[in-house]
């Protein structure tokens, strides 16, 4: 099994024989499928890596709101807004699980926010490129959405238990999204030929960007050989692009559409299609902040947390309060 890790990843893990006695302990429940759960022991590094990991996927889910959020009072019409207005809300509930997910890792909403907002964690890079006009909330939905599920559903099966079960909740909402940014761009697609030119900018402009979403190629990932090992993710950055392509092409082909790739070619063979990388110069420059939309986004989340300052203060008194009259009650009682 390492060996293959090894293999796919091009990078190692540690072997069975430099495992300390809890280490391989801890291995052997994750091979055997046992989940994890937050009173057992785990490595530090397993702890961190989910922390990591949790965070950046709950983060993702709330700044994920605003390149939609933004379309809400635009939308076509009433029924298309009552749809979008429920998407978002999806999205925040799934932040809030998420947030839960991590919060039992022993870190604190607080303090992963204010990571965050410091740079010390990360969100998802394709929420830095800009939603231009309606046809992008389809594209959002069709290839954000369904690469979001590419990567997800075999999280479901990720050995830490409370990811795995907030992965479950997630995934059957995220279903919805995808279908209605298909049905989006279905529309704009049989629509006017300017529409249908709208369809084909959005599906140009996010192409790329959802193919990063899985992360840098397998010989880059950094992280990829000892979360498999862990089965904290189950694939490896390239198998999860590879599908999503596979699954993508004939999608657009039934929308009339062209995706963006000269290179795009089946091969009969195998059943998989060749296509071309993005441009990891660009992803790690988002990765870096210097993407099309990085400092909108943090200055609307600064924004929402200083927004919120009075109403954490206001929860943290009553907090206090209720702990004193409750203290003095006892003591008169004793
Ligand atoms: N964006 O070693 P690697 C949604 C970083 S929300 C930014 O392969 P790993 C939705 C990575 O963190 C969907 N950073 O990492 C919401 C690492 O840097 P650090 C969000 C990225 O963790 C609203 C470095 O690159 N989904 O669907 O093994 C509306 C090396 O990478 C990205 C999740 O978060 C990226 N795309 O694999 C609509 C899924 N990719 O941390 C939709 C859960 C890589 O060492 N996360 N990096 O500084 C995962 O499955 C994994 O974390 C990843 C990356 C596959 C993303």
Redesign the pocket.
């Known amino acids: 099994m390492y060996a293959q890790m090894v293999k796919s990843t091009g990078k190692g893990v540690k072997t069975r024989d430099d495992m300390t006695e809890e280490e391989r302990h801890f291995q052997d429940k994750v091979d055997a499928d046992i989940k994890i759960e937050p009173r057992d022991w785990m490595p530090e590094e397993y702890r961190k890596?989910l922390i990591?990991?949790?965070g950046?996927?709950a983060h993702?889910?709330i700044?994920?709101?605003l390149p939609?959020g933004n379309w809400i009072t635009r939308a076509p019409t009433l029924e298309r807004k009552a749809i979008l207005l429920a998407k978002v809300q999806d999205?925040a509930g799934?932040g809030l699980y998420l947030y839960c997910a991590a919060e039992t890792l022993g870190i604190s909403r607080d303090e992963m926010t204010e990571m965050l907002l410091s740079g010390r964690m990360?969100?998802?890079?394709?929420?830095n490129y800009p939603t231009l006009t309606w046809a992008d909330i389809g594209a959002?939905?069709w290839l954000?959405?369904g690469?979001?599920i590419m990567?997800?559903v075999p999280?479901q099966r990720t050995s830490y238990g409370p990811y795995s079960r907030a992965m479950i909740r997630i995934c059957k909402e995220?279903s919805f999204?995808q279908r209605q940014g298909y049905d989006i761009m279905m529309k704009m697609a049989q629509g006017s030929p300017a529409q249908k030119r709208m369809a084909q900018d959005a599906l140009n402009r996010f192409w790329y960007p959802s193919l990063?979403?899985?992360?840098?190629s397998d010989k880059?990932?950094?992280?990829?050989a000892q979360?498999m090992a862990w089965k904290i993710?189950i694939n490896t950055?390239d198998e999860?692009r590879q599908k999503f392509v596979d699954q993508t092409v004939p999608q657009a082909e039934y929308l009339g559409l062209t995706i963006p790739d000269d290179k795009l070619k089946l091969n009969e063979e195998t059943g998989h299609y060749a296509f071309s990388e993005p441009d990891w110069t660009e992803?790690f420059n988002?990765?870096k902040g210097n993407g099309p939309c990085n400092n909108e986004r943090l200055e609307a989340r600064q924004k929402a947390w200083e927004d919120g300052q009075w109403v954490r203060d206001g929860m943290l008194a009553h907090a206090r309060k209720k702990a004193a009259r409750a203290g003095a009650a006892q003591m008169a009682a004793e």
Not at 220 to 224: F, R, T
């Open positions: 890596t990591r990991q949790i950046q996927h993702s889910e700044v994920g709101q939609e999205e799934h990360k969100y998802s890079s394709i929420f959002v939905g954000v959405d690469a979001a990567n997800q999280l995220e999204h990063m979403m899985f992360g840098p880059e990932s950094v992280h990829s979360s993710k950055n999860l992803f988002v990765l």
